[in-house]
């Protein structure tokens, strides 16, 4: 199993230039993630779905829009990129607690994100 | 509203020594806690977890960590640190909200001395 997968792992876009993140998991998970982390800020929560077809705003949503049209496919966009958006940016898929009990989350190695 | 916090950001241990990471969380039930760890240039793996049932929890890699209702702690130990310890470690707490929402403390940085 590859596990989470990110791509691209590097990418630097200009102001006002637009970009997707592309995120696959083929554990089956429901539930997938999609986090930011700055400097002395952990992980702060951007958008999340809890399966196929659905999205919900997590903690710092604005600026971005997500999609998860496959269950294995979670989708981040930045319409109109930011130097505030330059962050890492990491995605992240678990089961749910009402169906197994447990609801840990699997990482992907995060994609370094530079807005000039 | 949930809350985690880890009072070092930084900190330094020579090879062999033990290891204590401090954890204190905020949350109104009982929590679901959990500690991860993130290599350089790596996303974050789980360590260990606590649902419930005992209090001491045995994780990977020889960690530990212990949950205190009274002290409102989970605190991360390894008896013995290797050099290959050395990474960021976040402190993270769960509920069951509409989803499984985990929120993460800001992480302590561990560095280790030859």
């Known amino acids: 199993n590859a596990g989470v997968t990110q791509t691209p792992k590097f990418r630097v876009l200009k102001t006002g230039q637009s970009m997707t993140l592309l995120c696959a998991q083929d554990m089956n998970h429901e539930y997938m993630y999609w986090y930011r982390q700055d400097p002395g800020m952990g992980l702060r929560l951007i958008h999340y779905s809890v399966g196929e077809g659905t999205t919900a705003k997590g903690e710092v949503p604005d600026g971005y829009n997500v999609s998860r049209l496959k269950k294995q496919n979670f989708l981040l966009g930045l319409e109109s990129a930011a130097p505030s958006q330059t962050s890492v940016y990491f995605c992240?898929?678990?089961?749910?607690?009402?169906?197994?009990?447990?609801?840990?989350?699997?990482f992907g190695p995060g994609t370094r994100l530079t807005v000039t | 509203a949930q809350s985690v916090t880890q009072p070092d950001i930084h900190i330094t241990v020579s090879e062999g020594a033990s290891l204590e990471l401090r954890c204190n969380y905020s949350?109104?039930?009982?929590?679901?806690l959990f500690w991860y760890v993130q290599s350089p240039g790596q996303g974050l793996q789980l360590l260990l977890k606590y649902f419930s049932g005992d209090t001491l929890v045995q994780g990977i890699k020889g960690f530990e960590a212990e949950f205190k209702r009274s002290q409102s702690s989970f605190n991360l130990r390894k008896p013995s640190v290797h050099w290959s310890d050395a990474a960021e470690y976040f402190c993270a707490v769960g509920a069951k909200t509409s989803y499984d929402k985990v929120i993460f403390g800001p992480g302590t940085s561990l560095s280790v001395i030859p």
């Open positions: 949350y109104g039930a009982t929590p679901y």
């Open positions: 992240a898929s678990s089961y749910s607690l009402r169906t197994s009990g447990s609801y840990e989350q699997y």
